[in-house]
């Protein structure tokens, strides 16, 4: 079983120093994101069902690929560094 | 001596098999241990699946760029882009042939596109400019 990230990490400098960085807990989200689509489940079904019927099951087939598109990005890892001293760093752990 | 060596050599010394026979015994025992000790044999460990497609961009003024992707992201967006509409799959198809990639995708099944992302793990590309600028592109 692939696991969804759990850390966001970004961090961002620029050579003036403006610094940015951010560390969001996605752990958090999954919980709350799971629980609303389980109260959700109803409604979906419902749109996946007209979606279907208007000949757009691709979109449905597509939403359905996109949990497993988020949890693969786990690893994911972009480091640049310029040589005037600018950093971007976006990691998902 | 193994066991069963020396089960063979006392049944031998017992006169219950003749010497052919023995030598014959002895001989597949032999066989049998050289293809367990084998490194193609099933019982040696796998060499670990590459997981991630990694690009290193080294400037001479001192740039880094330092890219991991997962190949399963790699995977996911196959999935993804089976899934692509056949009206746009033609422009996709024409932008990429702009940019010098001639697949196309409403051909290229979702298997073989798997397979080429596992050929990718045998893959590594090493650019060194004369200016010393390097770019590595490798799975790790």
Redesign the interface.
Known sequence: M?WPPSILRVHIADAQRTRIRLWLPLFIVWPILLIITALLLPVLVLVAMVFYICRLG?LV??AL?LP??L?????????????GGQIVRVIIQ | MTDSRRKILQMLAKGKITADEAERLLNALNEEQSADQSPDSPTTPAKPKPRFLKLQVREVDGDKVDVQIPLDLLRAGVKLSTLIPKQAQAKVNAKMAEKGIDIDFAQALPDQLNRLIDYLQDMAVNVEEASGSTVRIFCE
């Open positions: 692939i691709w087939r597509a690929i497993q598109l949890a693969a990005t786990r690893g994911l890892r972009v480091n640049i560094n310029g040589s």
